[in-house]
């Protein structure tokens, strides 16, 4: 069983940033591969990022691609997406998940284990 707790969310104006992070319980948490998700009002979930078991390998949705970067520690049980030069348009409940597999997926139901999510706000 994995818990994880997301933080980091808020209010910022445009070009601006945030650290997102989530902390993970349990002594299994460096064999997960993590992923990021986002919701939007009246949209469906969608795939952000996502990095392996090492943060080896990270995988990115082309809408952030080249302003946010996933990372994670290990040895803190914490995954941290930052997320730079933010616009009106990632404005959503950002979720962390987890995944027990090796290689991280872009499938919202291949993950096992999800965060309460935390707010992001990006204003004109």
């Known amino acids: 069983q994995v818990q994880l707790v997301e933080s980091g969310g808020g209010l910022v104006q445009a070009g601006g940033s945030l650290r997102l992070s989530c902390a993970a319980s349990?002594?299994?948490?460096?064999?997960?591969?993590m992923g990021w998700f986002r919701q939007a009002p009246g949209k469906e979930r969608e795939f952000v990022s996502a990095?392996?078991?090492?943060?080896?390998?990270?995988y990115y949705a082309d809408s952030v691609k080249g302003r946010f970067t996933i990372s994670r520690d290990n040895a803190k049980n914490t995954v941290y997406l930052q997320m730079n030069s933010l616009k009106p348009e990632d404005t959503a409940v950002y979720y962390c998940?987890?995944?027990?597999?090796?290689?991280?997926?872009?499938?919202?139901?291949?993950?096992?284990?999800w965060g309460q999510g935390t707010q992001v706000t990006v204003s004109s």
């Open positions: 998940a987890a995944d027990r597999r090796m290689v991280p997926t872009t499938t919202i139901s291949a993950y096992d284990y």
């Open positions: 349990g002594r299994t948490f460096s064999s997960y591969s």
């Open positions: 990095l392996n078991w090492n943060g080896a390998k990270t």
